[in-house]
C-alpha cells in the first residue's frame, strides 16, 4: 500500500514540473528590457519608499521624496 501510495505522490510531482515547463510566450528584446527596467524602477521605489518611513531629518526626506517622484514619473513613462 505505501508504494502505491508514493507513486501516486510521485505522478503529482512530475505533472506539476511538466506545468511549470509550459511554454511561455517568447519577448522581444524591446520587451524584456522593458520589463526588466520596470522590475528594477520597481525595486528601487519600494527601497526609497521604505527609507522614506524611516528617515528623521528634514533634507533627507526631501530628497527621498524627490527621488520617488522621479521613480514614478519613470514608471509612469513606462506604461
Do not use: N, Y
Request: glycine content about 2%; hydrophobic content about 45%; overall charge positive.
Amino acid at each position: 500500500m505505501a508504494r502505491g501510495w508514493e507513486s501516486k505522490a510521485i505522478e503529482a510531482q512530475q505533472d506539476d514540473a511538466a506545468r511549470a515547463r509550459q511554454v511561455k510566450p517568447v519577448l522581444s528584446a524591446a520587451d524584456r528590457e522593458v520589463m526588466v527596467r520596470r522590475r528594477t524602477l520597481e525595486r528601487t521605489r519600494a527601497r526609497v519608499a521604505d527609507e522614506l518611513s524611516r528617515a528623521t531629518v528634514a533634507h533627507h526626506r526631501t530628497m527621498l521624496e524627490t527621488a520617488l517622484s522621479e521613480l514614478d514619473a519613470q514608471l509612469q513613462a513606462l506604461s
